[in-house]
């Protein structure tokens, strides 16, 4: 590497630490307690395992089922595996604390809320390596609390993209996936994604500039050989899209949410296209005038949260159809 190659690589790297960085400290601040909060609310059990290879450690928020009542059954359960969004940048890992906690009782399933490293000090494929980590924990069942044959993924934004790489590439399949708001094909560059037609209204998500997204692509793929190659970027483990097809669980037990204002809605959309001309079955929800996050601080009793948890209720229903 040329001085002036690693120069500017370094100058990179500085500046994307610098805008994370100070992100992560603002968020930090700010959901701090209210993460805590929800976690006591919801009753997760926060565990660490050992990280991939061996190396470092993983947080884990673990939510339990019911354990009583007509339908309870003793014996091992089924398990979701939930993985947080924020752009392989942002740790919001407990934030989705509610969503795990309604899957767990409805479903009557464990779920498994689970972090992964942050980009860019832990590049792709780090937050993937994590993620499978956090599987072969699930797979391990060392304690005998989970069915192995009864295991769903699922995840928002990055954690959706994760989960979907996940299925697409496991040698063992799982039973059923749920995605919301997916990044899927990152061959191509953010700011030459389709332009959604408009914003989001105000409350109903929000619209990642061409900017932020560039960013998040340059910290997520900073430690991959530049110049990147469109065979680089198709990796499935990254661009869950060029997985094989039939990879995924049929009979509407894949379900992909894409928003309308949203530059990542319209691969989403092509995934569920291309898994549905591949007679996989997938459920598509395609959401108008929603941006990316729209189901994330919805004020309760409002019209946005009444969709946010629509879309939750059908996501249960995919997830429970997946673990009968």
Not at 70 to 80: E, I, R, S
Not at 231 to 237: G, K, T, V, Y
Not at 256 to 262: A, G, L, N, R, T
Not at 305 to 312: L, S
Request: glycine share 10%; aromatic share 10%; charged share 25%.
């Amino acid at each position: 590497m040329s001085l002036l190659l690693w120069l500017k690589k370094a100058f990179l790297y500085a500046h994307l630490k610098l805008h994370f960085g100070i992100f992560n400290l603002f968020l930090h601040v700010i959901l701090f307690r209210r993460i805590r909060e929800m976690r006591r609310l919801y009753h997760a059990q926060h565990l660490t395992i050992s990280g991939t290879n061996g190396r470092g450690q993983l947080k884990i928020d673990l939510y339990s089922p019911p354990f009583a009542g007509a339908h309870h059954t003793p014996g091992p359960k089924p398990v979701h595996i939930n993985l947080h969004g924020g752009g392989f940048c942002l740790d919001l890992h407990g934030t989705d604390a509610r969503f795990c906690a309604l899957v767990a009782k409805e479903v009557r399933c464990y779920v498994v809320d689970a972090d992964y490293r942050m980009a860019p000090d832990h590049p792709f494929p780090a937050a993937f390596e994590d993620a499978q980590r956090v599987l072969d924990w699930v797979r391990a069942n060392e304690a005998g609390m989970f069915d192995m044959g009864r295991i769903t993924l699922g995840g928002f934004s990055a954690g959706g993209n994760l989960a979907l790489a996940l299925v697409g590439t496991a040698e063992e399949h799982v039973q059923g996936v749920v995605a919301f708001y997916p990044p899927t094909d990152c061959t191509i560059p953010y700011r030459l994604k389709p332009i959604p037609d408009g914003q989001p209204p105000i409350g109903r998500g929000r619209m990642v500039s061409h900017e932020e997204g560039d960013r998040i692509l340059a910290a997520y793929l900073f430690g991959l050989p530049t110049p990147w190659t469109r065979e680089m970027l198709a990796d499935p483990r990254m661009s869950p899209r060029f997985a094989p097809p039939e990879n995924f669980p049929d009979k509407g037990r894949t379900m992909i949410v894409s928003c309308e204002y949203d530059y990542l809605g319209e691969e989403g959309r092509e995934m569920g296209r291309v898994l549905e001309e591949a007679g996989r079955g997938p459920e598509v929800l395609w959401m108008e005038g929603m941006g990316h996050g729209f189901d994330q601080l919805c004020a309760e009793g409002s019209e946005d949260a009444r969709v946010r948890d629509e879309v939750w209720e059908k996501a249960v229903k995919v997830i429970g159809r997946a673990q009968a």
